[in-house]
Structures are given as C-alpha cells and as structure tokens.
C-alpha cells in the first residue's frame, strides 16, 4: 500500500539556522499539507498546497516558512531562520481529493 | 472559534472491556468528521469517517463512530477492545470550503491483557 515518506525522521539544529524537511506524498494525490505538533501540544495545521499554490494556511505559517514541490514527487517545508519554539513534530500529509488525508511518520525538529 | 475537545487524554481498559471516547467540536458550518489511530511508533492512520448519509459509521478493527449533529459530537466505539488497540486516538474535523483539520489533543488508550 502507498504511503507517505519523509525525511529525515530527525534534525538537529541550531537556532537561526535553515532546514528542509522534505516529503513524498503518495504518487496520484493532488492535495498536500503540513502540520506541526508541538511536545504536548495539539497537532496544528500550518499550509496546504493545490495546483503548485499555497491554497490555504495558518497564523502559524509567517514568512518564516515557504512550502514547494520542485519536482513531481517531493514536497518541502523550508523554515528560513529557525527559533527554540519551532521545534516539534513536523507531519506531511497528501490526499487524492478534498478526502481523507494519509499522514506520513514525521520529522521530529530540535532547535537548540 | 473552530475546535475540537476529547475529554479523556488517558484511558486504561482491560481486554473485552467496551471502549468509547467523546469528541465535540465547534463549528457553524457543514463539517467532515474523521479518526484517526497512532500506534507506538507508526504514523497516523485513517480509523473511519464520515462525510455525509447514516450518522453511523463503521471503520477498521470493529471501530464505529456516531455523529450525532444535535450536539455536535462524533464519539469512537468498540465493544471488546484488544491488547492491539494500545495506541493514541485523535479526533478530527474539517469544515466545508477548507482544506484544514483541526485536532482533539488525542487520547492515550492503553489495554491491559
């Protein structure tokens, strides 16, 4: 059964500095999310993303964050300048329609 | 504001024993409805859902959920859960014209054998 990937399952960095969590939604799905969960916290929508644009997204997603699909498998969420409270678990998630979403297994951010 | 509560952030059941776990949710609109499971280690996975038609709906592993609309619920089932169901269960609502779900806080099941 298809699933969707993502890597890496884990990074470290330091604050101020810029990472790319990358995603590989199921192959047909059109619709693709991110979502972030911080320890102890809610899972959070951050962006959703259509027809190579940003269709939806939160208070949450400033200009720190930019979402892309540089090709026609991945997905990827850049945070430009990373703070103490961006880290958390970072969900990717695709759909075929506006349906069910299947999640991928997360990358889990530390910022130190 | 839209939002989703589950009431029980942990359970403890002994096998057989009957599960259910509440979900409301705040929402003025036309909303889709879904469960999701975390198993130790693994990613979310789909229990069930419902988009519209008979309130109740049934999904993997003898889960069933009822949307009952008069009091904005959505509450998950099971009549005799297993060791397996160990997991996390979240709730979770998308309102029509969004592309968004908002999530429950999750509730920690754990059977005992």
């Known amino acids: 059964e298809p699933e969707v990937t993502q890597t890496p399952s884990h990074q470290v960095t330091q604050m101020g500095q810029e990472v790319i969590l990358r995603c590989v939604p199921i192959?047909?799905?059109?619709?693709f999310y991110w979502y972030r969960q911080i320890l102890g916290q809610k899972v959070e929508f951050l962006v959703s993303?259509?027809?190579?644009?940003?269709?939806?997204k939160s208070e949450i997603f400033d200009d720190q964050f930019s979402v892309e699909r540089p090709d026609g498998s991945n997905f990827t969420l850049k945070i430009r300048s990373t703070k103490l409270e961006d880290s958390a678990m970072y969900f990717c998630?695709?759909?075929?329609?506006?349906?069910?979403?299947?999640f991928g297994p997360g990358t889990r951010l530390t910022v130190l | 504001a839209q939002s989703v509560s589950q009431h029980n952030h942990h359970v403890i059941l002994s096998e057989a024993a009957s599960l259910e776990l509440g979900c409301n949710y705040s929402?003025?609109?036309?909303?889709?409805l879904f469960w999701y499971v975390q198993y130790p280690g693994q990613h979310l996975q789909l229990l069930l859902k419902?988009?519209?038609?008979?309130?109740l709906v049934k999904g993997i592993k003898g889960f069933e959920a009822e949307f009952i609309k008069s009091k904005f619920s959505f509450n998950l089932r099971k009549p005799s859960v297993q060791w397996s169901d160990t997991a996390e269960y979240f709730c979770?609502?998308?309102?029509?014209?969004?592309?968004?779900?908002?999530f429950g806080t999750g509730t920690r099941l754990k059977v005992l054998a």
């Open positions: 998630a695709s759909s075929p329609q506006l349906t069910e979403q299947f």
């Open positions: 192959s047909n799905h059109l619709y």
């Open positions: 993303f259509y027809n190579n644009e940003i269709s939806e």
């Open positions: 929402y003025g609109g036309t909303v889709n």
């Open positions: 419902y988009f519209s038609g008979d309130p």
């Open positions: 979770a609502v998308r309102g029509s014209g969004t592309y968004k779900y908002i």
